[in-house]
Antibody, heavy 115, light 113 residues
Framework: EVQLVESGGGLVQPGGSLRLSCVVS????????MSWVRQTPGEGLEWVAN????????YYVDSVKGRFTISRDNAKNSLYLQMNSLRAEDTAVYFC????????WGQGTTVTVSS | DVVMTQSPLSLPVTLGQPASISCRSS???????????LSWFQQRPGHSPRRLIY???KRDSGVPDRFSGSGSGTDFTLNISRVEAEDVGIYYC??????????FGGGTKVEIK
């Protein structure tokens, strides 16, 4: 069974940092692109970033470029999202997803940016 | 960026009756490899999204056959042949042809009348 489990969310002040993690099981992590998607309260879905299987290519939505970094550790079946210079508008539930097509999703982790 | 527009915003349906959701893209979604990367997702209340359909019309494993996808170019539809109570939730389309960025529609809320 494919499983993705996010962690690392929480309450942070504007300008602060958080590191999200996603541990996966049930599929060969090292051959898949992986993605982060977020959902703001009461709003829809927004793709944030994705990363190639070997980590050599990464792409970001314009609003997080220069602030967020996606990475992975294939030996640990883990995906990460380092979020710096956080803003109120980054408040959302963050989901990790298998593949660029979001074949499977985690349960999400909530990030709240507020003073 | 490709803009995905869904309609209607809200869809009240009677149990056992059909339902249809439209998704339109601002550019054709047929990739140069010949595949159209259009997916549909269901998000039940309190749950994370789940993919139902990929490549316009292919059902994911475990998805009931009352769900079907169709369309081409810029015009796509998700159909539910007979709505059941467990189908309540928000449905999103997503394009994966012209990325970055991947883009989602705004969502359609399906509720029971």
């Amino acid at each position: 069974e494919v499983q993705l489990v996010e962690s690392g969310g929480g309450l942070v002040q504007p300008g602060g940092s958080l590191r999200l993690s996603c541990v996966v099981s049930g599929f060969s992590f090292d051959i898949y692109w992986m993605s982060w998607v977020r959902q703001t309260p009461g709003e829809g879905l927004e793709w944030v970033a994705n990363i190639k299987p070997d980590g050599s290519d990464r792409y970001y939505v314009d609003s997080v470029k220069g602030r967020f970094t996606i990475s992975r550790d294939n030996a640990k079946n883990s995906l990460y999202l380092q979020m710096n210079s956080l803003r109120a508008e980054d408040t959302a539930v963050y989901f990790c997803g298998q593949n660029t097509g979001m074949d499977a999703w985690g349960q999400g982790t909530t990030v709240t940016v507020s003073s | 960026d490709v803009v995905m527009t869904q309609s209607p915003l809200s869809l009240p349906v009677t149990l056992g009756q059909p339902a249809s959701i439209s998704c339109r893209s601002s550019q054709t979604l047929e990739h140069t490899d010949g595949i159209t990367y259009l997916s549909w997702f269901q998000q039940r209340p309190g749950h994370s999204p789940r993919r139902l359909i990929y490549n316009v019309s292919k059902r994911d494993s475990g998805v009931p056959d009352r769900f079907s996808g169709s369309g081409s170019g810029t015009d796509f539809t998700l159909n539910i042949s007979r709505v059941e109570a467990e189908d309540v939730g928000i449905y999103y389309c997503m394009q994966g042809t012209h990325w970055p960025p991947l883009t989602f529609g705004g969502g359609t809320k399906v509720e029971i009348k």
